[in-house]
């Protein structure tokens, strides 16, 4: 790679992983650099994106690791679900031609950034969570967003966020934490698999990672005092540009 790709992917893996802890989405920044940037392989691009992350969404997690006590017990019981999903989602990917992924990823890319822009009523139906479901439900739900994000993973913390107003009492703050420490999870679980099969292409897996370390912690740990909103605003219409672009790519582009 050049200095300027080198640089390049430094600072779209800090600006990613401060998105995610923010506002979420940060995969719709480096999934887009990593495939078109160091010109891999469709899944290669997505296990490396995912694999680079994963320091990033450790520093967001001990960023916030002063709200996780009130609501952390929810992280015992969905832990062991999410575990298995992400493994699950990995493996999936490994058995996914890039012709296939190829065709899947504007479809990804929209879910993700549609996601992005109802996140506000996802925030008000954690603030006014008045009923419960039972405990296998909230299991089985973790279970399939932790397969969607071992797959391919923009937008997995915004599902987090909307399933657990189906049955976590607190802040957003607060579950945003718990949030945070299931995604890495999720990001250390899937990358333990990539690696073992070969799919993380280094050189820009470390340059992506440089940045995430930085740009997840401090985004972590004074996010708090930040107004997501027109952040959210700008990437879910990056995502919407880069869903038309990924459409042209998979289904007229030569």
Same mark, same amino acid.
């Given at each position: 790679?050049?200095?300027? $790709?080198?640089?390049?992917?430094?600072?779209?893996?800090?600006?990613?992983?401060?998105?995610?802890?923010?506002?979420?989405?940060?995969?719709?920044?480096?999934?887009?650099?990593?495939?078109?940037?160091?010109?891999?392989? $469709?899944?290669?691009?997505?296990?490396?994106?995912? +694999?680079?992350? %994963?320091?990033?969404?450790?520093?967001? &997690?001990?960023? !916030?690791?002063?709200?996780?006590?009130? &609501?952390?017990?929810?992280?015992?019981?969905?832990?062991?679900?999410?575990?298995?999903?992400?493994?699950?989602?990995?493996?999936?990917?490994?058995?996914?031609?890039?012709?296939?992924?190829?065709?899947?990823?504007?479809?990804?890319? /929209?879910?993700?950034?549609?996601?992005?822009?109802?996140?506000?009523?996802?925030?008000?139906?954690?603030?006014?969570?008045?009923?419960?479901?039972?405990? %296998?439900?909230?299991?089985?739900?973790?279970?399939?967003?932790?397969?969607?994000?071992?797959? +391919?993973?923009?937008?997995?913390?915004?599902?987090?966020?909307?399933?657990?107003?189906?049955?976590?009492?607190?802040?957003?703050? $607060?579950?945003?934490?718990?949030?945070?420490? /299931?995604?890495?999870?999720?990001?250390?679980?899937?990358?333990?698999?990539?690696?073992?099969?070969?799919?993380?292409?280094?050189?820009?897996?470390?340059? /992506?990672?440089?940045?995430?370390?930085?740009?997840?912690? +401090?985004?972590?740990?004074? !996010?708090?005092?930040?107004?997501?909103?027109?952040?959210?605003?700008?990437?879910?219409?990056?995502?919407?540009?880069?869903?038309?672009?990924? +459409?042209?790519?998979?289904? %007229?582009?030569?």
């Amino acid at each position: 790679m050049s200095v300027g $790709e080198i640089v390049m992917l430094i600072v779209v893996g800090a600006i990613a992983s401060a998105v995610n802890a923010v506002a979420g989405g940060g995969s719709l920044l480096s999934f887009p650099a990593v495939l078109i940037g160091a010109r891999l392989p $469709e899944t290669i691009a997505n296990a490396t994106n995912s +694999f680079s992350l %994963w320091p990033g969404a450790v520093g967001a &997690a001990v960023g !916030s690791f002063n709200l996780f006590s009130k &609501a952390g017990h929810y992280f015992k019981v969905l832990a062991v679900p999410t575990l298995l999903g992400s493994s699950f989602g990995a493996i999936l990917l490994l058995n996914t031609t890039d012709q296939t992924f190829k065709h899947l990823i504007p479809y990804l890319i /929209l879910v993700a950034s549609l996601l992005l822009l109802l996140q506000p009523k996802v925030k008000k139906m954690v603030g006014h969570v008045t009923t419960h479901v039972p405990t %296998w439900t909230a299991v089985l739900i973790q279970f399939l967003v932790a397969t969607y994000g071992g797959y +391919f993973g923009a937008g997995m913390g915004i599902m987090m966020l909307a399933s657990f107003a189906l049955y976590m009492d607190g802040t957003i703050h $607060e579950l945003n934490a718990v949030k945070n420490w /299931l995604g890495v999870v999720i990001n250390v679980t899937c990358s333990i698999v990539f690696v073992v099969k070969g799919l993380v292409v280094w050189a820009p897996a470390l340059c /992506l990672m440089g940045g995430a370390v930085f740009g997840g912690y +401090f985004a972590g740990k004074y !996010s708090q005092k930040l107004d997501p909103d027109k952040l959210r605003l700008m990437i879910a219409a990056y995502g919407i540009l880069m869903t038309g672009y990924f +459409f042209y790519r998979a289904y %007229w582009m030569k």
